[in-house]
């Protein structure tokens, strides 16, 4: 029942920023869940990127931290994914996902449909 959709551009420049949207249906991003984030490519497989959760606090992995951003619009009922300084290495398709965190994926209940984005210039 609970339903999440990915949208944001397509295509991103390298050095420029990726911004994705996540809007939730079916239930609320401030109920007691975690938020996610989430990436796939051909060579790594899945990779986590980060969460918000229902309190608002946020955590990303070690290895993107830096680069990470993730907010919300609980008026909405939307999260958000910011990857600052993109380059070709972050071209996936990215998800939003219901979970737990991390890679325990078995644990995640509910995924958006994933959305492809390319960074090439």
């Known amino acids: 029942q609970v339903q999440l959709q990915e949208s944001g551009p397509g295509l991103v420049k390298p050095s420029q920023t990726l911004s994705l949207t996540c809007t939730v249906s079916g239930g609320s991003i401030t109920t007691n869940a975690y938020w996610n984030w989430i990436r796939q490519t051909p060579g790594k497989g899945l990779e986590w990127i980060g969460y918000i959760r229902a309190s608002g606090a946020t955590y990303a992995s070690p290895s993107l931290k830096s680069r990470t951003s993730i907010s919300r619009d609980t008026s909405k009922n939307q999260f958000t994914l910011q990857l600052s300084s993109v380059t070709p290495e972050d071209t996936a398709v990215y998800y939003c996902?219901?979970?737990?965190?991390?890679?325990?994926?078995?644990?995640?209940?509910?995924w958006g449909q994933g959305t492809q984005v390319t960074v090439s210039s």
């Open positions: 996902a219901r979970g737990p965190y991390g890679s325990q994926w078995y644990g995640y209940d509910y």
